[in-house]
């Protein structure tokens, strides 16, 4: 019995979209730039990728000259340019290892059709004493929509009030700091992916997070939209810089997207035990929006709008979903903050 020879590629034989849908389930960009080295078709068909994660080892800016200090991806691609360099059409050559940066727009400008993308910082922004937790998520537009933070300290915490540095005034003064730095970190991060929002016009979910899970800024396909827009419009307003003097090739940690006057609703335990035995010492709550996001509604209207947002801000750790539903029965209180 004689056998056909069949020396073809098993992946030709496959169909575009069906390649596609495996480069969107593998997601993680430095995975899919060594795709990109296996074959000519890999290499023309992920740029065409449309969900995607990025982790970030280290973020710079395009003008930072700092070259002794590499990112893991700069590293990767200088390993792999010789193999990619006769896989690479004349007419799109790849840029030179020595020109490259490593700024997030740089990164994701290999890409053409960006719909979902999420991107993973090396660590949290909060310097935290220890035994200290916080938990954030906030949505953006062109500028902060809300922002929902979570803070507690571990352990049995005989004193409640006193764990924050005595007192209920440094108690509140404590859980202040922890809503200021939350929101100073989520807007940092909203002016670094502004960049990107506005050459990606096809994106519709952009997730930023770190490695640490402390904090998440959401923006959603309306959200990027309104972004888009008011760059568009030359709102140079909406930017702060606030930096610090140690913060070299941490530019999006010095320049933020300005916090417009909020209005906070606080709900506090002193102490207080989860189901599952563990324990929270002056356990906050925190729902953060614009004094002038929503227009005229009763305080009803507020409160459930606040409460939605607090309950829908963790889904996905039952441990907090506890926290919040705990705190939630305990009184409210409401502050309110100038734009900074």
Known sequence: MEFESDHSD???????????LMFNQISDIKTLIRCRSVS??????????????????????ATDSDDDDDSFLIAFLRSIIKSLHHLVSPSKALPSPARSQNSPA???REFERIRNLQIELPSGDLRLEKGTTIRWKA????????C??????SGDGGGGEAEFGGGAGAGLKMRVV??????IAASARHYMMVEVVNEHKELENLVIKDRDDEGKVVMDKKGLKECRESQGEGEEAEVNNASSGNGVGLWWRNNRTTVPAVRMRMWHEARMELSGGMKMV?????????TNGGGERSEVEE???????????????????EAVERLLKSRSYILEMNSF
């Open 106 to 108: 740089q990164i994701l």
């Open 303 to 321: 409160q459930n709008g606040d409460v939605g947002l607090a309950l829908g801000a963790f889904g996905e750790d039952a441990v907090y979903c």
């Open 178 to 183: 922890w809503t200021i730095s939350a929101l």
């Open 10 to 20: 098993g992946f030709d034989r496959l169909p575009d979209p069906l390649i596609h």
């Open 40 to 61: 000519k078709r890999f290499n023309s068909l992920v740029p065409q990728a449309d969900s995607l994660l990025l982790r970030v080892d280290r973020v710079i800016s």
């Open 282 to 290: 002056g356990a906050t709550l925190v729902v953060v929006r614009p």
């Open 148 to 153: 929902v933070i979570l803070g507690f300290r």
């Open 139 to 146: 949505d953006f537009g062109k500028t902060l929509k809300s």
